[in-house]
């Protein structure tokens, strides 16, 4: 493979981080399928995908060694220009795209490298087996809760801060966001601050992670007039002491395709009565209905909302997020709610921590 004028104009748009990635990957249309199966070989144990490069610079195509193979069986020789052997009708994600389901859609076809590109320029690439989803949110956390439930726990440690597992409760949610690709995280902090604050003042990844103190108990929606800055169409709302392995992309999928102003996740709980219960009209009875059991959505402290909604928050204001929720739906905003599947513990009494932490010391298969 030559190192030609079509990937120097390609590489003039590639993101700094993709470059590396984009050179081992990238081929000329004028290079042969002979180059081609020698850089796929040089690709051992990476992704067995390259990128086809025009004259131009733009993107022609991919090629994979099944494309190379079907070329062969079709005629094609050694030498033969690789562009004949490319698939042209190739996946890519494009400027205004939501990017969360184009990762999505790629990854039901079995796509391991997906570009991303403007005018047919690659300006990007996402490696799917090391990057999970890019959802376009900043997220905001509560921490600032006393815990009083857990006591004596956390008479001297803030209930986020406290060990599950091999680390602390928050950190759990914080890994999953990051991995996720929330750029920003805004933790709000009240009870034992400082702890918090230093907690995550050395900490090292992707995600930016910023502390905002409380003046005094504003609620769950009402320490939202805290948050500044945030400049994406949506927002993550969550308490920050929930052990959940709620699927955040599938959440915001969710959200945006049910055109919500704020979507719940919410949690299935039942109720069984030990009794046979009454029908009764007046002091007639109807009849009886022996031990029923109910079913119900739980609201499960994680929140998807429209960050134009912080605007409704006032300032200084306690708001909880039950009273946020029903005024916005009595002003006709649209509420939506996200059925969790599997795992979801709120961490507020003695016997959940010691459930959460039998569960996560629970080896893995």
């Not at 990957?25 to 042969?32: K, L, P, R, V």
């Not at 040089?42 to 390259?50: K, N, Q």
């Amino acid at each position: 493979m030559t190192y030609d004028r079509a990937i120097r104009r390609a590489m003039d748009r590639i993101a700094t981080e993709a470059a590396g990635l984009f050179l081992r990957h990238a081929i000329s249309e004028t290079d042969t399928v002979r180059d081609a199966l020698e850089a796929l070989n040089r690709l051992s144990g990476e992704a067995m995908t390259l990128f086809v490069i025009e004259k131009s610079g733009r993107l022609a195509g991919t090629l994979t060694d099944g494309d190379v193979r079907r070329g062969l069986l079709a005629g094609l020789g050694l030498d033969s220009d690789v562009a004949q052997a490319a698939h042209h009708d190739f996946m890519a994600a494009r400027s205004g795209d939501e990017l969360p389901s184009v990762m999505r859609a790629a990854r039901e076809k079995g796509i391991d490298l997906l570009p991303v590109a403007e005018d047919g320029f690659v300006t990007d690439i996402i490696d799917l087996r090391r990057t999970r989803t890019k959802l376009p949110i900043q997220a905001v956390l509560m921490a600032g809760g006393r815990g009083e439930r857990l006591r004596p726990l956390t008479l001297d440690t803030p209930k986020p801060l406290l060990k599950v597992g091999e680390k602390a409760i928050i950190d759990y949610n914080v890994d999953e966001l990051e991995a996720c690709g929330v750029g920003r995280i805004i933790v709000t902090v009240n009870y034992l601050a400082d702890q918090i604050v230093d907690h995550f003042a050395g900490r090292k990844g992707k995600t930016r992670v910023e502390c905002i103190r409380e003046p005094k108990r504003l609620g769950t929606m009402g320490s939202l007039s805290l948050a500044e800055g945030i400049d994406t169409r949506d927002v993550l709302v969550m308490n920050s002491d929930l052990l959940t392995n709620l699927d955040f992309e599938a959440m915001y999928l969710h959200h945006i395709g049910n055109g919500a102003d704020l979507t719940v996740a919410a949690v299935p709980y039942t109720v069984s009565v030990p009794f046979a219960i009454m029908n009764i009209e007046g002091d007639v009875v109807k009849g009886l209905r022996e031990k029923p059991t109910y079913n119900y959505f739980a609201n499960a402290g994680v929140y998807m909302m429209r960050t134009e909604l912080l605007r409704r928050i006032p300032a200084d204001t306690y708001v909880d997020a039950p009273d946020f929720i029903s005024s916005l739906i009595g002003e006709g905003g649209k509420v939506g709610y996200f059925p969790i599947e599997g795992t979801w513990i709120d961490i507020g009494s003695p016997d959940d921590f010691r459930y959460a932490n039998g569960l996560m010391s629970t080896p893995r298969r």
